[in-house]
Every structure is written in structure tokens, then in C-alpha cells.
């Protein structure tokens, strides 16, 4: 499956496979493995299993897990998220389930969370503002066509601010609580979850968002 997205004048084809084509797509899903081995691993330091051939896989790697790539020319990966269903694989409810202070249940059957969201880090600063906003719409985009209602997930607190800015329709699920030891620790932090609902609404308040941010990148570049 393919999703066509455009911003900025360029049209991008967001590509869609399902973890039952890992085997028919090894090369694209061995370069995203190992893109997060970098990310999260190298960079974020993260304290979580790898593998020792560089590539980061956990539990959530599985046939029903959904993965959209945004691809350059040459085939590489600028952009990619992974969604999966929540009735049987979500991190929030098996890991962080104290996120969750407002009473909702972190699983049902038109609940899917999006993680492991990635950007090349080589990317220039308003290049990776497009590929984000690509990306998060053909998320949306792909929720709606298959009668998702809500998106959830967990992001660093500096960086919720962020989700908020693209649309008010942001709901935090409860405060923000320290992982991995907490902001002083060696790949710790603090994070929050939240959802979003799956909507038009929410794709019009990306567009008006990649509106403004196009704005931006004018003036700054002046």
C-alpha cells in the first residue's frame, strides 16, 4: 500500500507493509532496524535489548505491527513510525501502564499505538520538520481508512509540547513520570502518553500546521 502526501510543493508516496512482509522486504526493513539501532541505541543511549548485529527489534516487531516509511530517491528511510494494534501488543499497557491516570484502558480493538518514531538524523532542520509532519499525516490518514479511532503513545515531556502545537486535539492520558532512571541517568528522562484522536480534524490541523512551519522556513531562510 502507498499513501500519497504532498506539503511544500513535493509530493511523497509514504509506503505501508505490515510485519508479515518482513521476509518479501528485508532489505527496507534490515536498513530501519538498524536506523533505530542507531537512534535509540548510539544516541539516546536507551537501556534496551539490541541486537548484537546492530539492529534494534524488540517484542513489538510482529506480523500485525504496521510500518510507514518515507523514502527518498535512493530508496533510504528519512522517516518511519510503527503502528500496532493495542489488543495484543502495546508497550503503554505491558510497561508504562502508571502513564495512564485518567481511567481509560490503554487497549481495544480501534486503539493503535504509534512508536518507535524516527527521523534520519542527518537531515537538515527544515527538511526533518517536513518529513515529520509527512509522516505523522499518513499515520492519521492510514488510521482513518481502516476505522482507527484513536492513537496513542509516549513521547519525551520536552517534546509533548511539540504534538500539542500540531493540534489541540492532543490528550495527555496522565502527568509525566521518570524513566530509565530520570533525567540525570545515562539514557533516562521523563515521558508522558497521550492520544490522539484518528479524525479529519486532525489532518486539517497538520495541513494548518505545515502551513505555518512553510512560513517559517521562508523567513528563517531570509
Not at 505501508?16 to 541505541?41: C, M, N, P, Y
Not at 537501556?47 to 504496521?66: F, H, K, N, Q, T
Not at 516509511?69 to 500496532?84: E, H, M
Not at 501502564?97 to 487497549?107: D, V, Y
Request: charged share 25%; with cysteine; proline share 5%.
Amino acid at each position: 500500500m502507498v499513501i500519497c502526501v504532498q506539503f511544500w510543493m513535493r509530493v511523497a508516496m509514504i509506503k505501508v507493509l505490515t510485519g508479515k512482509e518482513r521476509a518479501d522486504s528485508w532489505a527496507l526493513f534490515e536498513q530501519l532496524f538498524r536506523l533505530r539501532h542507531d537512534i535509540f541505541i548510539k544516541q539516546r543511549n536507551w537501556s534496551i535489548p539490541s541486537r548484537l548485529d546492530g539492529r534494534e527489534i524488540d517484542e513489538y516487531d510482529v506480523d500485525e505491527a504496521v510500518y510507514l516509511f518515507d523514502l527518498d530517491d535512493l530508496g533510504r528511510i528519512v522517516a518511519s513510525v510503527r503502528l500496532t494494534p493495542t489488543e495484543c501488543c502495546s508497550l503503554l499497557a505491558d510497561c508504562f501502564p502508571h502513564l495512564i491516570e485518567n481511567g481509560q484502558s490503554p487497549r481495544g480493538p480501534d486503539i493503535y499505538e504509534g512508536m518507535r518514531f524516527i527521523f534520519a538524523p542527518t537531515l537538515p532542520r527544515d527538511e526533518a520538520r517536513q518529513v515529520r509532519i509527512r509522516i505523522l499525516y499518513a499515520m492519521v490518514r492510514w488510521c482513518i481508512d481502516h476505522n482507527i479511532a484513536w492513537i496513542q503513545g509516549i513521547t519525551d515531556v520536552e517534546y509533548f509540547r511539540s504534538f500539542v502545537d500540531i493540534t489541540i486535539r492532543t490528550t495527555p492520558l496522565g502527568l509525566a513520570h521518570p524513566y530509565a532512571g530520570g533525567k540525570t541517568a545515562p539514557g533516562g528522562g521523563e515521558c508522558i502518553a497521550f492520544r490522539w484522536p484518528a479524525s479529519r480534524d486532525v489532518l486539517d490541523d497538520l495541513c494548518t500546521y505545515a502551513r505555518r512551519e512553510r512560513q517559517f522556513a521562508i523567513s528563517f531562510t531570509h
